[in-house]
């Protein structure tokens, strides 16, 4: 083999090595692209699990009487004419729904007896039968006893909502139904006794709220069904909604706390 035979041999070899090399460089630079491209999907898809964790949970229309809230641990205020409330209950008597011939057309009296004294509630079973048996049936088995009144509004909407003997963290008696005489110009003069519900309109079952200055609920679809009105005890309410929220905020447990001790309910005889 002559010398510039082995010098093109050489030159042979050198270029395969060379093209091996380049090879394996974009093979490398694809390797690298790879990886950016499947950690740029990674960052996007934990982006949204974040975003869809944080935007997720309660679907109750904000500030409307359906919103529940958690009773407060911090110290509370007290208002004249109010004792101690009772520690409230830790299981709900769960019953079947009642039958709205036993209101219909009737009307009743009912009295919550309360920490800071009686509060009287004419019940209208001719507008609201189903909404009247339900809240009849419940006083009668006792479900309200020691219930608290935990949440009280005074900022666009006026209200003290009860009825929930865990506090607004119970899921109900164990049953549910549709909203009856809700006002079409969703206006709720002060004194009007109304059903709390979630944005579902069939989620009537045991929180109601007692509204002490009128309130303008337009803006939420449906309504609230009206099942009576305060005739008694008004004094009470507008107390407990002077003493504020609890650390001071426009909705939330009541900074006086009011609980249900018990309900009396008679029926109305023409």
Do not use: W
């Not at 769960?94 to 209101?103: F, M, N, V």
């Amino acid at each position: 083999m002559t010398k510039e035979q082995e010098r093109a041999r050489a030159r042979r070899r050198q270029e395969k090595l060379d093209a091996r090399a380049a090879q394996r460089e974009r093979d490398a630079a694809r390797n690298r692209q790879a990886f950016a491209v499947v950690a740029a999907v990674l960052v996007v898809v934990l982006a949204f699990v974040v975003l869809a964790t944080k935007l997720g949970g309660d679907d109750s229309p904000a500030a409307s009487p359906s919103a529940t809230t958690t009773p407060s641990t911090t110290a509370s205020s007290s208002v004249a004419g109010c004792t101690a409330p009772p520690p409230r209950p830790t299981t709900i008597k769960t019953q079947g729904l009642p039958d709205k011939a036993t209101a219909a057309g009737k009307t009743f009296t009912a009295v919550l007896t309360t920490n800071c004294g009686d509060i009287t509630l004419q019940l209208d079973g001719a507008k609201a039968p189903q909404t009247v048996a339900s809240f009849v049936a419940l006083a009668k088995s006792s479900y309200f006893d020691d219930a608290p009144c935990h949440r009280l509004t005074t900022q666009g909407i006026y209200v003290l909502q009860c009825g929930d003997p865990l506090g607004g963290t119970g899921t109900g008696p164990g049953y549910s139904y549709g909203i009856e005489n809700a006002p079409k110009n969703g206006q709720y003069p002060a004194g009007s006794l109304a059903m709390a519900r979630t944005s579902d309109p069939k989620s009537n079952a045991d929180q109601f709220f007692l509204v002490y200055k009128d309130t303008d609920l337009s803006s939420v679809p449906e309504g609230y069904s009206i099942f009576g009105t305060v005739t008694g005890g008004m004094d009470i309410v507008e107390k407990i909604a002077a003493a504020g929220v609890s650390g001071g905020a426009t909705d939330g447990a009541p900074a006086a706390p009011i609980s249900i001790l018990k309900v009396a309910v008679t029926e109305k005889k023409a």
